[in-house]
């Protein structure tokens, strides 16, 4: 029998960190839960109202945020407050796949504009790694608002 994952973030800012991947992958805030969020309304308001009404103290609502597929396959991320700052390399790392099924400098030029993209909503472009066949179709390295390494692929 398979299992669905959630992957979790560590975050300074969980609804920062959880909003910045939202609009990197398409993925939605879902509401919470019993609640109907109307097309076109803001879910993180509906969060505060909810997180209100069953009486958590305003400095404990931003400690965890969490974003879904709208569409269903892909794993829910999940982000929760830590005090800690991030201080090695990370040994899991997530692989955003901008470019499948393109090869050469099309690839390439590809990931070049989704990293312009992401640069805009606040990642860091680290380097990029040029194809190296067969083995490498090339890829750009990126660190999210907290420094968390991903690649565009």
């Known amino acids: 029998m398979s299992r669905q994952i959630q992957v979790t973030f560590d975050a300074h800012d969980p609804q920062a960190l959880s909003t910045f991947w939202r609009d990197v992958l398409g993925y939605v805030h879902p509401g919470p839960p019993g609640v109907v969020v109307p097309a076109g309304a803001d ?3 509906a969060w505060d109202e909810f997180l209100a009404r069953i009486g958590v103290p305003p400095e404990q609502r931003n400690t ?4 879904e597929d709208p569409d269903g396959p892909g794993p829910r991320l999940f982000f929760q407050q830590v005090p800690e700052d991030k201080i ?3 040994r899991v790392h997530l692989d955003v796949r901008a470019a499948p099924g393109l090869q050469g400098e099309e690839r390439m030029a590809a990931l070049e504009a989704e990293c312009l993209r992401l640069v805009a909503l606040g990642a860091t472009r680290v380097h990029r790694e040029e194809p190296a066949p067969p083995m490498s179709g090339g890829h750009i390295v990126m660190t999210d608002p ?3 390494e991903f690649c565009l692929d």
Do not use: C, D, F, T
């Open 146 to 148: 907290e420094g968390n």
């Open 64 to 67: 965890r945020s969490a974003i």
């Open 88 to 90: 090695a390399k990370n």
């Open 43 to 45: 879910p993180l308001a």
